[in-house]
């Protein structure tokens, strides 16, 4: 099996940029305005949740890993709002099963949601279930971070129908073993407290605690908690932050019908998870009215499935079985007809001679699946899993790569329960074969059609793609014979033309590939064929491209290859009219050898921070006035929001008794919370030390900085970020003095647009068609204005054989590198003539600002001998695309 991979995807890290950046802003500003200027929507206030509090949802599809976002989510929330490391959190889950998959991934040292907690607090935290938190002893509770996991029915007093729920009333009981807890509190904390009847001294009880902790709520598929009564049940914990994960959000907000919208603040696309190899796209779709044939066909599909698996594990030693989950009919007593899980077991092993053991049944009585530790493991024989309406909940497992249904009809509810199930990729990585990269619906219908629109409602609905995307997952399949995925087939491309390159050109273009390519790939410098064995990937296809990027002429035959090697049957139209998208990227001639232009060839690391000047420190530091915190304004919702998050703050700091700082204990504090990839921590913390050393000399006494800890880390913060962009900026500038002749826009560092790779975050939704985009989505687009407006000039333009939304930040885009970032020009468009033409769109009242980046863009130009063009229209001169096609 591959191993663990900890390292976030693309889309994973760019939400949780969103949700710190938002926390940050909350701060400042309030959530109100802070979500308003992240989204451009309205927020809603959580119902019967205090007023003030962050309530915002982070979407992520099915696949997508919404547990890993909400463990390093803890972090984010304890450094950019709590401003403490000793946080309190509840995290909620929607049944059982999932309960107990969430608490041992948590306590496991060698999974990725333990490491996201270590990484931020070292071993400094506790992973509890509610039945352990009954029992939470003091130091657990103020010496570290405390993660409680538990179903959010648990914690309800009553259940829907007003009834007490004797579970839920245990969290509100008093319980001696939670005395100490509630030791010397003062008035304000006290004041907040439940009293035992009669009274004044608190309930000692875990809803007491909680409120004293002000906890972050964690609520994971959190459409299963909409309801008023989950939102009243949450606010007994007065909890500081609310934070919601689902792949299917409320979307529609009518509080009379119980219905109460999310804020939405960041969403992933499935585009993202196909480019970060997350999930197997697209869907294979075969219908047929004949059960007995759909079911053969699955069974089919299963067989070349597993041989291709055998193929892959040969080369890579990722093991893999793929499963076919078979829905069955439900049972009825007015139609023996009905296809019911015992029709389809006792089809299998009479008329398949499929082996007993190869089958699991989980529905009504039995629950084959509870008794299977690991269906992932070499020594489970299961192949079939048949089911009715849904499977175990929390069973997840990527070796389920087909879905057959025998029901009447596939509703959206289905697509949610069964066919999210298929989706998610084994190791989160494309394999060598396609046919391992894609999922199978085997649909028993009379209408291809119906049942595709039903396959995509419910991605939409269940599963939580976008209508746009769900459009064109759904595919027709394509048969899949034994020999088509064999690894050992070799197949010879068409003679190369004639004009091409030398020999020695083609076998140096080979060296360069990757070794699970370049061991596949062969050329006969005789026929002046290429070969290449096996079917051949659609990643695969793109290192050739990249390969012989400055081979003329050698393009369509790989493609030809490619469909040759699949099976696929391609037209010449096709491939005439869909050219490789290449294009070359900046390259820095560095002792001789051409390399990615980067930071590294202007800025030498590490940096030595100690060396730079602290005292402007003196000017970015000012210990806030608190004195007014308890004052509220409430007839100005802004300030009513700022002071929550003061407050929420003030009582977490009120609950810890830390220690008497030091210079040392406050440096090394203030360092640990501020990433500096580029400075040794030695250096850093020497920097910091003088700069606290600077402010006690000016009169601030060391324990004053230190109950201003947060503040003075976000000054340093600030400062650190100047004197680091002041050094990116000259030695840039330099560079570019005195080495201006070593760059070079080079076909041997080239990116190619994709299908497979383009990861547009938003798919335009707009009524333009466009015509010319080389991909079937449109990212990251508005509907309207003068960005928009570039864009269908672009697509309109007679010179212009394909062009391509160039989505910001993602490793499959083309990038120029500036001082401080990177350049991510808005389009890149192909020429009729071959040429490759960047265009960055800016508004009149932006452009003066943006020299840098028509610098770098016109050194990327001219460093390309020709072959590249780059402008920067503004104020709606489109037609300077055309003075610089023509060169004028």
């Known amino acids: 099996m591959a191993a663990v991979n900890f390292e976030l995807k ?80 509840l995290w909620l889950v929607p049944s059982t099963p999932i309960l107990e998959q969430t608490i041992a991934a948590l306590k496991d ?22 039945a352990e938190a009954l029992a939470m002893p003091r130091a657990d509770a103020t010496g570290g971070a405390v993660v409680i996991v538990s179903t959010i029915q648990s914690f309800r007093r009553e259940d829907d129908s007003g009834k007490e729920n004797p579970d839920g009333l245990k969290v509100y009981e008093d319980a001696g073993v939670l005395m100490d807890h509630f030791e010397n509190l003062s008035d304000q904390q006290m004041a907040g407290l439940d009293r035992i009847e009669g009274g004044s001294r608190p309930v000692y009880s875990l809803s007491n605690l909680l409120k004293l902790h002000r906890p972050m709520v964690i609520v994971d598929e959190a459409h299963n908690a909409r309801t008023e009564l989950s939102f009243r049940t949450l606010a007994r914990f007065n909890p500081s932050l609310i934070l919601e994960l689902t792949a299917t959000p409320q979307v529609e907000h009518d509080p009379a019908r119980d219905k109460h919208a999310s804020n939405i603040l960041y969403s992933v696309s499935a585009a993202e998870l196909k480019a970060e190899q997350m999930i197997k796209m697209p869907i294979r779709l075969t219908t047929d009215a004949d059960w007995v044939k759909t079911v053969g066909a699955a069974l089919d599909c299963q067989k070349a499935l597993e041989e291709a698996a055998k193929a892959e594990a040969l080369e890579t030693e990722d093991y893999i079985r793929p499963i076919i989950l078979f829905q069955a009919q439900s049972a009825s007593a007015s139609d023996p007809h009905r296809l019911t899980w015992e029709k389809i077991e006792q089809h299998l092993l009479e008329d398949h001679r499929i082996p007993k053991e190869h ?30 309406s849904k499977l175990k909940e929390g069973w997840d497992c990527p070796f389920a790569y087909i879905l057959c249904s025998v029901a009447e009809q596939v509703s959206p509810v289905a697509v949610e329960q069964i066919l999210g199930r298929v989706l998610r990729m084994p190791g989160a990585r494309r394999k060598l074969r396609d046919a391992l990269n894609q999922s199978y619906a085997f649909i028993v219908s009379r209408s291809f059609d119906s049942t595709a629109q039903q396959l995509r409602d419910g991605l939409v609905e269940g599963a939580g793609f976008n209508a746009i ?8 399949q394509q048969p899949l014979a034994l020999s088509e995925i064999n690894a050992s087939t070799p197949y010879t491309s068409d003679p190369l033309p004639e004009q091409t390159t030398a020999p020695a050109v083609i076998v140096a273009a080979i060296d360069r590939l990757p070794p699970s390519v370049k061991s596949r790939v062969s050329f006969d410098a005789q026929s002046r064929t290429l070969a290449y064995t096996g079917p051949m990937t659609r990643d695969s296809r793109n290192l050739l491209h990249l390969a012989f990027a400055a081979v003329p002429n050698v393009s369509k035959t790989i493609d030809r290859l490619y469909a040759k090697t699949n099976n696929y049957q391609t037209s010449a139209a096709e491939e005439e009219d869909k050219p490789p998208f290449v294009v070359p990227m900046l390259g820095f001639r560095k002792q001789g050898e051409l390399q990615l232009f980067s930071q590294e060839h202007f800025l030498d690391l590490p940096w030595r921070l100690d060396q730079c000047d602290p ?5 970015r530091f000012r210990i806030a006035d608190n004195s007014q915190t308890g004052e509220i304004d409430v007839s100005d919702r802004g300030k009513v929001e700022i002071a929550f998050a003061r407050r929420v703050q003030g009582d977490l700091a009120g609950i810890i008794q830390e220690p008497t700082w030091n210079l040392a204990r406050l440096a090394n504090w203030i360092d640990m919370g501020i990433v500096h990839p580029d400075i040794t921590k030695p250096s850093a913390v020497v920097f910091i030390t003088r700069a606290i050393e600077a402010l006690v000399a000016a009169g601030t006494d060391i324990q004053v900085l230190a109950r201003n800890k947060y503040d003075l880390r976000k000054a340093l913060a600030g400062l650190i970020t100047e ?108 020429l009729t003539d071959g040429r490759i033409l960047a265009v960055e769109y800016k508004g009149g009242h932006l452009y003066d600002g943006e020299e840098i980046k028509r610098h770098i863009g016109n050194v990327w130009a001219e460093a390309s001998n020709g072959h590249c063009l780059f402008c920067m229209p503004t104020n709606r001169d489109y037609a300077l695309i055309d003075r610089v096609i023509a060169g004028v």
């Open 10 to 89: 693309e889309y994973q890290d760019q939400a949780l940029k969103a949700f710190g950046g938002f926390l940050r802003d909350t701060t400042a500003m309030g959530a109100n305005l802070a979500f308003y200027k992240a989204t451009n929507f309205p927020y809603r206030n959580a119902p019967a949740v205090a007023e003030g509090t962050p309530y915002l949802c982070l979407r992520i599809p099915t696949g997508g890993g919404k547990t890993l976002v909400a463990a390093h989510a803890v972090g984010v929330a304890s450094r950019e709002y709590l401003q403490t490391t000793n946080p309190m959190v």
């Open 109 to 130: 040292e060698a999974h990725p949601y333990r490491a996201a907690l270590t990484a931020v607090f070292n071993r400094n935290f506790t992973v509890m279930t509610k």
């Open 359 to 388: 089958i699991a049944v989980h529905t009504g009585p039995r629950k084959d699946l509870d008794a299977i530790s690991n269906i992932r493991s070499a020594d489970c024989q299961v192949r079939y899993i048949i089911t009715v």
């Open 469 to 476: 995307e769900a459009a064109q997952i759904v595919t027709t």
């Open 615 to 619: 005292s402007p420190i003196a000017t």
């Open 723 to 830: 004197l680091r962009g002041q050094r990116e900026q000259g030695q840039y500038n330099a560079l570019f003095a005195s080495n201006a002749q070593d760059f070079s826009a080079s076909a041997d560092l080239s990116i190619i647009f994709d299908e497979q790779t383009y990861a547009p975050n938003q798919p335009y939704a707009g009524g333009t068609k466009f015509n010319k985009h080389y991909t079937s989505l449109v990212g990251d687009l508005g509907t309207t204005g003068e960005e928009f407006d570039c864009a269908v000039y672009l697509d309109r333009h007679e010179k212009v054989r394909y062009w391509i939304r160039n989505v910001d930040r993602k490793r499959s885009s083309f990038w120029l590198q500036l001082p401080h970032d990177k350049f991510y020009p808005d389009f890149v468009a192909m």
